[in-house]
Structures are given as C-alpha cells and as structure tokens.
C-alpha cells in the first residue's frame, strides 16, 4: 500500500493513540517526512477540537433550577 | 439499642445517602446536557431529555452502586430514554452514507479554494451551524457513539457499557462516524464557498 494512503487508513487510530507501538512510531517517521500528510494530521488534530466546541450549547439556567427541584424534598 | 433506634439510624443514612447522590449527580448536569444536546437535533428535545434522565435516576437511585462512574450510569438512562423516544417518533428509515477517506474534507476545502491552505485555519473555514448541522446528518447508531466519545470524552469501554454494545463496535462505530461527518461537513463547507 502507499504510505500515504496507509497513513490516512490509520489516522484516527493514530489520533486516538489506539496504534501498537511499532505502528505509532512508523506514522510519526511518515508524517515527518511527508507534508500531505501532515497538513492533514494538523487538520483532523484541529477539528476534533474545533467539532467539541462547536456542539457544546451551554446548559440553559433554568434548567439546571428545574433539576434541582426534582430533588426529594427534605423532611 | 432499641428496634426503633436501629430503624431510625438506617432511616437516616438513607436519606443522607440519597442527598449525597442527589448532589453529586446534579453537579454533572452541564456535562449531561452537552451529551444530550450532541444526541439530539433541538435544544428543547435536549431539555426534556436531561430532565426525563434526572427525574429516573432520582427515582432509582438505589440501583446506582456507589464508587461506580456516575456520569456513565446517568448517560445510560440518558442513551436509553433517546433510544425510546427515536422509536416513538418513528424517524426515516436511515441511508448509509456512502463513505469516504479521512483526508476528504481537507481534500475538499482545499479543492474549493483552488490553492494550497494555510493549514492552520482551516477549520475556520467550517462554522459552528455546519458542524451542528453535519452532526445531526449523522445516523443515530454513529453518532451516539461520536457524541459519547468526541464530545462526552468518554472511553471507549465507557461508550461500550453505556450503548451496552462491544468494544470493537464502538471502535468500528467511531470510525465510520467521524468519517461520515467530515462528508457532511465537506457538502455544507463547499457549497457556501
């Protein structure tokens, strides 16, 4: 397989660092050697960040009074 | 000791027990309403979901086993009340996506722009309502899995025992979601350039 493509295979895995030791360090050797590849690591790298803040809405206040108030009242 | 006090003290570690629980569980309610509002497509749905979540787990409390993951037990409720209510509704039959390689989008982005990016903001080029709305596009078995791990910051062996699937689904799930993802993100980035 070309590397390239091989490194795109693994790139989440890479990310999630769920890759065997001898794998993660070839990726590493590849992505700095190759500039494709590794705009595109910096990329999905920034993207993850970018997609958790992108979807998270702030809890609504009066939500969080509604939810207290399920508590059981104390006797 | 008489019968009585025994019955009075158990009745008294219970309640305290219960107010501990009560108190440790709605500390974690901003983190179970991000999950939520990740899951589903409005922030009203996502209300009720959080408050439908409480009001079983107050009701439940007993079941929680102390010093287990509380986040994860209130997520379960969470998964499984959305599971029912999905059914409910009834929504269309989901079509798989057709699916594409992780370098797509950027492959994209960069296709549109018709040059080389600057790499380092890129992702500016993708706005929150896109990520929102490529979220929702996503089939619900993904993106329940996406949402645990990417923005609940689950482990996987936490997403697994919450959807009560295997880890190797979970891990295959995760995969083929964020991938699914960045197609929807490259329909909505691409068409707006």
């Given at each position: 397989m070309d590397p390239c493509d091989h490194c795109e295979e693994v790139m989440q895995p890479f990310l999630d660092r769920s890759l065997s030791l001898e794998e993660q360090v070839s990726v590493e050797t590849h992505l700095e050697t190759c500039p494709w590849c590794s705009k595109r690591f910096r990329f999905e790298r920034e993207l993850r960040g970018y997609v958790r803040v992108a979807c998270s809405e702030e809890m609504p206040s009066n939500l969080k009074a509604k939810l207290a108030a399920l508590r059981t009242p104390l006797l | 000791m008489s019968e009585t006090d025994t019955e009075g003290r158990r009745i008294a570690n219970e309640a305290r027990d219960r107010v501990r629980f009560e108190e440790e569980a709605l500390g974690l309610s901003d983190q179970v309403f991000r999950v939520a509002r990740g899951l589903v497509n409005s922030r009203e749905e996502a209300e009720d979901l959080v408050q439908q979540t409480y009001e079983r787990a107050f009701r439940s409390w007993r079941s929680f086993t102390p010093g287990t993951n509380l986040r994860a037990w209130l997520l379960r409720i969470l998964t499984n009340l959305n599971i029912d209510r999905a059914r409910r509704v009834?929504?269309?039959?989901e079509t798989q996506p057709m699916e594409e390689g992780d370098y797509f989008l950027y492959n994209k982005l960069e296709e549109s722009a018709g040059r080389p990016l600057?790499?380092?903001?890129?992702?500016?080029?993708?706005?929150q309502d896109d990520v929102v709305g490529a979220l929702s596009a996503v089939p619900h078995d993904f993106r329940d899995v996406l949402v645990l791990v990417d923005?609940?910051?689950?482990?996987y062996q936490d997403a697994a025992q919450i959807l009560d699937i295997p880890i190797g689904t979970v891990m295959s799930r995760l995969h083929r979601a964020r991938r699914v993802l960045k197609q929807e993100l490259a329909d909505r980035a691409v068409e707006v350039t």
């Amino acid at each position: 397989m070309d590397p390239c493509d091989h490194c795109e295979e693994v790139m989440q895995p890479f990310l999630d660092r769920s890759l065997s030791l001898e794998e993660q360090v070839s990726v590493e050797t590849h992505l700095e050697t190759c500039p494709w590849c590794s705009k595109r690591f910096r990329f999905e790298r920034e993207l993850r960040g970018y997609v958790r803040v992108a979807c998270s809405e702030e809890m609504p206040s009066n939500l969080k009074a509604k939810l207290a108030a399920l508590r059981t009242p104390l006797l | 000791m008489s019968e009585t006090d025994t019955e009075g003290r158990r009745i008294a570690n219970e309640a305290r027990d219960r107010v501990r629980f009560e108190e440790e569980a709605l500390g974690l309610s901003d983190q179970v309403f991000r999950v939520a509002r990740g899951l589903v497509n409005s922030r009203e749905e996502a209300e009720d979901l959080v408050q439908q979540t409480y009001e079983r787990a107050f009701r439940s409390w007993r079941s929680f086993t102390p010093g287990t993951n509380l986040r994860a037990w209130l997520l379960r409720i969470l998964t499984n009340l959305n599971i029912d209510r999905a059914r409910r509704v009834k929504r269309r039959p989901e079509t798989q996506p057709m699916e594409e390689g992780d370098y797509f989008l950027y492959n994209k982005l960069e296709e549109s722009a018709g040059r080389p990016l600057e790499e380092e903001r890129v992702v500016e080029r993708l706005s929150q309502d896109d990520v929102v709305g490529a979220l929702s596009a996503v089939p619900h078995d993904f993106r329940d899995v996406l949402v645990l791990v990417d923005i609940g910051d689950f482990s996987y062996q936490d997403a697994a025992q919450i959807l009560d699937i295997p880890i190797g689904t979970v891990m295959s799930r995760l995969h083929r979601a964020r991938r699914v993802l960045k197609q929807e993100l490259a329909d909505r980035a691409v068409e707006v350039t």
